[in-house]
């Protein structure tokens, strides 16, 4: 079954993405960023870059010719991604196929309206049969 796992209260989205990333291409995972719009792929393509600042997370797009060789797919067309092993959810609403995923990765930031969309999702997933855990990013904080 599919582990989706929630980092709530954090105070910079982008920055824990790039963090989250990082780590998941440590372990050499395979690895899809879902967006919620074409304007947010690119925005976090040019992220992705750009963090961190001694190196870049190497990505595409899911319909660039290199996408087998690449370790990370972003995307905002869910019907295009490639089988992998992780999935970045980065949109406000469960993704598309979810379900064929190890693992599903919510990242949450500290912003009220934020919260209630991912409160929204959680429900979504528990209501599916799934049963979520979440990481505080606040308590790590410290």
Known sequence: MTEI?????????????????????????SINI??????????LDGLLWEVPQTGFLPHCAADDANVA???????????LLPARQLLFNWTNGLPAGFERYQRV???????????????????AYVAQGFKPTSFDMMDRAG
Do not use: M
């Open 69 to 79: 060789d690449t370790p990370i797919v972003l995307d905002y067309r869910p019907e």
């Open 5 to 29: 796992s929630f980092y709530f209260n954090v105070p910079n989205r982008e920055h824990a993405l790039c963090q989250l990333v990082s780590k998941a291409l440590a372990k050499r995972l």
């Open 34 to 43: 879902l967006a919620d719009s074409q304007a947010a792929a690119v925005a």
């Open 105 to 123: 990765v919510e990242v949450v930031p500290i912003d009220e309206e934020a919260r209630n969309l991912a409160r929204g999702r959680w429900k």
